[in-house]
């Protein structure tokens, strides 16, 4: 596969996660100060701000502004449109990888947001956000359903799966940050669609250790931080060319984003719950950095550019 469509397909992933989870976010953030009346607005925007990697703004921070941030700016790749739009352009350069359907769906996604921030002027824009999510689950039905297992599909879904680590990461510090209140957790839960999941697995027992313990270390959960992180190294795997110098498979693995996705997830996958409780802000710290030292290391193995040719002038004798 070309480097550019592998590129391409990666971040297509990435874009299509980030602006379904920065939705996500964002609805948590407002139904949190909306059900709290003692939230200090002001504090509460900056600390998202914070969290999301925004800079402080020129201006005081209000809900208002906080929303055309991270969900309206269509300059800004972080935010919800702006993902959309860099998905859509990513899209259009690999149309002759990923199908018909999932082109017309990023298309007419697009094209579809004006009317729908129209109405979201009018409705409220919990509408809006609720508009986006199902937009982004139709894109990744329709790519689990017609693209093919092979090196596309991987390098999308490896994507996807190292965004939804960051930015579920992002959604819990959200919930350290405002105080760790089990109504926040309640939130929390419903934000990532895991609220009915949830009580089944536990039988309603909702406290801290249970619904952190969940999003972070549940197996089946698709939406959970070690979920996530098995499917990127699952991918990784399957990305590997299974030949190579020496004994191949026999030691260890052979590159640096397998490295830093195993150190991350057996991180996880060997420390109590109560012991990742008392440490929550340290591990999804942690999370944050591995994310970006896995796509920096994806990007320097497989979408190498090569420097530009510099023509001299032939020297005169």
């Keep these: 596969m070309l480097s550019r469509i592998a590129e391409s397909l990666y971040w297509i ?40 990697g925004v800079g402080p703004l020129e201006q005081p921070a209000t809900a208002n502004r906080v929303v055309g941030v991270l969900g309206l700016d269509e300059e800004n790749p972080s935010s919800v449109v702006g993902a959309l739009a860099a998905a859509r352009e990513n899209a259009r350069g690999a149309r002759e990888t990923i199908s018909a359907d999932m082109w017309e769906c990023l298309n007419s996604t697009w ?13 409220g824009v919990h509408a809006f956000f609720r508009w986006v999510r199902e937009r982004c689950a ?6 689990d359903a017609t693209m093919s297992r092979d090196e596309g599909w991987l390098f999308l879904v490896l994507g996807r799966s190292v965004e939804r680590v960051d930015m579920t990461a992002r959604l819990l510090s959200t919930h350290v940050r405002a105080g760790g209140s089990i109504p926040s957790w309640l939130t ?11 009580l089944r ?23 959970s931080v070690f979920a996530a ?8 795997r399957e990305l590997e060319p299974t030949g190579g110098p020496g004994r191949p498979g026999r030691t260890g693995v052979s590159t640096d984003a397998q490295r830093i996705i195993g150190r991350a997830r057996t991180g996880l996958e060997f420390r109590a719950a109560d012991e ?14 591995t994310c970006s030292q896995v796509n920096d290391a994806v990007s320097r193995r497989y979408f190498r550019q090569t420097s530009a040719v510099a023509w001299l002038p032939e020297a005169v004798a």
């Excluded at 929390?188 to 949830?198: D, P």
């Excluded at 992180?229 to 991918?235: F, H, P, V």
Aim: aromatic content about 6%; overall charge neutral.
């Design 276 to 289: 990742l409780i008392g440490d929550l802000a340290a591990v999804l710290s942690g999370l944050e950095r």
């Design 13 to 52: 992933g990435r874009y299509v996660e980030r602006a379904e989870d920065t939705a996500r976010i964002l609805d948590v953030h407002l139904h949190r100060m909306l059900a709290d009346p003692w939230v200090d607005e002001a504090t509460a925007c900056r600390s998202l701000l914070t969290v999301m």
């Design 138 to 143: 139709v894109m990744a039905g329709l790519t």
């Design 201 to 223: 697995t536990y039988r309603g027992s909702l406290d801290d250790r249970y619904a952190a313990e969940f999003l972070l270390l549940d197996r089946l959960f698709p939406r």
């Design 111 to 123: 094209h579809g947001l004006p009317a729908v921030r129209r109405r979201a002027e009018q409705q």
């Design 188 to 198: 929390l839960l419903r934000s990532c669609g895991a609220w009915e999941t949830f």
């Design 229 to 236: 992180l098995s499917r990127a190294e699952a991918c990784l």
